[in-house]
């Protein structure tokens, strides 16, 4: 009778243990854990990046020197080719052009009533524009000096602004725009996407006014932004009862349908107290 007794009291206690591990503050802890890790986890190799750069580590800096002085021989050998590139670069990726995109999703979002991802969307750039230009001026990273310059810019070389400004806005678009491309041709802004962030990372080298690991870095730095910013949205979306979303169905998925992307689940919308009646 008393094993039986110690026996109720022990499986009592690992009840009361696993309800208070399940609760609401449980299930924020284990987000919250869940976003450093996957933030730090991304922001690793942006870190391991500029400790390499800033240590001046001999294979990249060889790997940079080679490669600025291959594609600055091709660009002096092909001028036509350099008006190309820096067509590219100066205006449909350049980063004014990107950031004016984002506004104007910005305000399309607005006119939904999307509140909350339009804020996304408008904090996810900015937030990249102003850490980027941190990281560039505490880093002060002097960019490529070539004989005979096919093209000049100003300010620092470390991260790519054009880089970071291109992973950023395209990262935006499509986690919000995707929903609203049938599943058929979802494939088309991948590549769209993909692209640009590859396009404006070769013409940036190309045209002699960043290192390669310049937009290697502002791409990791990019993406590290969008992360956490990602998880931050996903976190608002599990508390307010929605379903987890895949990268390929977008950040919103509600945002195709008709009806106010804000509303709350009907999940969300049913009180507990409704669940026993």
């Given at each position: 009778m008393a094993q039986r007794t110690a026996r109720s009291r022990r499986l009592a206690s690992v009840r009361a243990l696993l309800a208070r591990h399940s609760g609401p503050d449980a299930a924020f802890g284990r987000r919250l854990v869940l976003a450093v890790t996957a933030t730090a986890a991304v922001a690793v190799p942006f870190a391991l990046a500029l400790v390499l750069v800033e240590s001046r580590w001999p294979p990249l800096y060889r790997l940079d020197r080679a490669t600025a002085e291959r594609l600055h021989r091709t660009a002096l050998e092909h001028p036509a080719w350099v008006r190309v590139l820096d067509f590219f670069t100066g205006v449909v990726w350049d980063p004014v052009?990107?950031?004016?995109?984002?506004?104007?999703?910005?305000?399309?979002?607005l006119t939904r009533r999307a509140w909350?991802?339009?804020?996304?969307?408008?904090?996810?750039?900015?937030s990249g524009a102003l850490i980027g230009f941190l990281v560039k001026n505490v880093v002060e990273r002097a960019r490529p000096h070539l004989p005979e310059?096919?093209?000049?810019?100003?300010?620092?070389?470390?991260?790519?602004?054009?880089?970071?400004?291109?992973?950023?806005?395209?990262?935006?678009?499509?986690?919000?725009?995707?929903?609203?491309?049938?599943r058929a041709w979802r494939a088309l802004p991948w590549a769209l996407a993909a692209t640009a962030v590859l396009g404006v990372g070769y013409t940036?080298?190309?045209?002699?006014?960043?290192?390669?690991s310049d937009v290697?870095?502002?791409?990791?730095?990019?993406?590290a932004v969008v992360t956490a910013t990602?998880?931050?949205?996903e976190a608002w979306?599990?508390?307010?009862?929605?379903?987890?979303?895949?990268?390929?169905?977008?950040?919103?998925?509600?945002?195709?349908?008709?009806?106010?992307?804000?509303?709350?689940?009907?999940?969300?919308?049913?009180?507990?107290?409704?669940?026993?009646?």
């Open positions: 052009t990107m950031r004016l995109l984002v506004a104007a999703l910005v305000v399309w979002l909350r991802l339009a804020t996304w969307a408008a904090v996810t750039a900015t310059p096919v093209a000049h810019a100003p300010g620092f070389s470390f991260p790519s602004g054009h880089a970071m400004t291109a992973m950023t806005s395209c990262a935006v678009l499509l986690l919000v725009l995707l929903p609203l491309v049938p940036r080298v190309a045209l002699g006014v960043h290192w390669v290697v870095g502002g791409w990791l730095l990019g993406a990602t998880l931050v949205f979306r599990a508390d307010t009862g929605r379903p987890r979303t895949a990268v390929s169905e977008g950040l919103e998925p509600e945002i195709s349908s008709d009806a106010d992307p804000e509303a709350p689940s009907r999940q969300a919308a049913v009180a507990p107290s409704d669940l026993g009646t």
